[in-house]
């Protein structure tokens, strides 16, 4: 996996400290954060610096809940998403690509929960985000 970038716990993740990263991809940023905004009238963002990763990450939360975490790469930036066992029938059933499904079903577990985990580097990607964000928001 490519390193994240905003390793300076002094440096908050700005947009301009973002854009200046993740350049031509500032558009799908920009999109994906639009149709959650959309989608989730409560969702809220947070950057925090994590000691444990020395990483700055962005969580975003609906109502409490976590829909997602962003964490930004040279070029672009990767968003996760974490899901339970009973968010199973969901993936599988969804229209999601099939390698999104089984990066679900095969991938390593975290002790009760698995990660679904990409670069967000064009507007069918911010598709895929926004979906998965609404299957999250239904547990």
Do not use: C
Request: charge should be positive.
């Amino acid at each position: 996996m490519e390193p994240l970038v905003l390793t300076d716990k002094t440096v908050f993740p700005s947009d301009d400290v973002i854009f200046s990263f993740i350049g031509k991809n500032r558009e799908h940023w920009e999109s994906l954060m639009k149709k959650i905004a959309e989608l989730f009238p409560a969702s809220e963002g947070q950057w925090n610096y994590y000691n444990d990763g020395k990483n700055w990450l962005f969580k975003m939360v609906n109502r409490k809940k976590t829909l997602f975490w962003i964490g930004i790469l040279s070029d672009t930036f990767r968003i996760t998403f974490y899901f339970g066992d009973k968010a199973e029938s969901l993936i599988s059933g969804s229209d999601l690509p099939d390698s999104l499904k089984q990066q679900y079903l095969t991938g390593q577990r975290f002790g009760k929960i698995r990660a679904i985990s990409f670069k967000v580097e064009d507007a069918t990607q911010v598709d895929h985000a926004v979906k998965i964000a609404e299957i999250k928001s239904k547990f």
